[in-house]
């Protein structure tokens, strides 16, 4: 049976890619609304809540204000936002996390699609959690670089015009006042008691991501040496089709001592790195922020949901 799928909106990065990925799709009819000239009002409510999943793509504002619109309870709903990543009422759309994680995606109505920082940030951190490795009182630091795809259109826009200004040509620090959202959403995914200091950076290419938490092993609730931590990550995602966790140190050896941030551009799939010895772990999620940092992972969700293959469309 075909299943309708409505876009609502052309907000942020990952509505950059969805539309491409349903493309294709038997077993689905897609409607996707960019604008408000793309009808009225009251013809927007009803197509809302005639579908069988509504994708919000819009400002956190504007999805606070949408959902209580779709008054069909058989209408599911994936919010891109950071609307309701922290709603108790919302499932958190990030199925690998843990077992709990994909079955609440599956059951639920309505489904909360992570930042896409928090995506590589909470795949790292969240066996260490688990196995009690790391307290949840542990003091972090956590560094990414990301594409400037990341900032959606009007970000692109800016960077691929070619009387930008110099400053573009170079990596450029952000959330520099330490009130990201996404430390919110890490304390609330992964039961972490303090914020997370986060140094994230944007750079000159498109689109890819790459997360890095370094840890001094000393301080952590249980001693281990980096491979350690490293049988533990490749232990909890070794039956996900989407992460790959490559060999302990491996980039070391095989890219010559670099690990470049935009290395899976244009992939759905996610890899984690861990190096170090017996003092410090370095620990990297490298994807692309438009594929599983993104729009591959709200398709997961939406599959889940709707009961279809998981990895329909993304594999």
Known sequence: MVKKVLIDGHYGAISLNIDSMLNGRDDLEVIALKDKSACS?????????DADIVVLCQSAQTA???VPLIENKATKIIDTSNAFRLAPTWAYGLPELSYEHRRRVMSSRLVAAPAPLAVGASLILMPLVKAKIMPP????????VVGYSSGGTKMIAMYEDPNRPTALSGARQYALDQTMM????????????YRPA?????????????????LHLRTLAKRLHSKQIWEYISRAYDREPLIEVADFDSAVT?????????????SN???LFVFGDNDICLIA???DNLGKGGASNVVQCMNLMLGADEFKGII
């Open 41 to 49: 009002e009251e013809q927007r409510i009803a197509l809302m809540n």
């Open 64 to 66: 606070t204000l949408t």
């Open 137 to 144: 009182y542990h003091p972090l630091m956590i560094s990414s």
């Open 182 to 193: 996404q430390q919110k959403e890490l304390m609330h995914v992964c039961g972490i008691s």
């Open 198 to 214: 986060l140094s994230p950076m944007i750079d000159d290419f498109p689109n890819g991501m790459l997360v890095t938490v370094p």
């Open 254 to 266: 095989d890219l010559g001592g670099f690990l470049d941030a935009n290395g899976m551009a244009g």
């Open 269 to 271: 799939k996610l890899e």
């Open 285 to 287: 999620a490298r994807y």
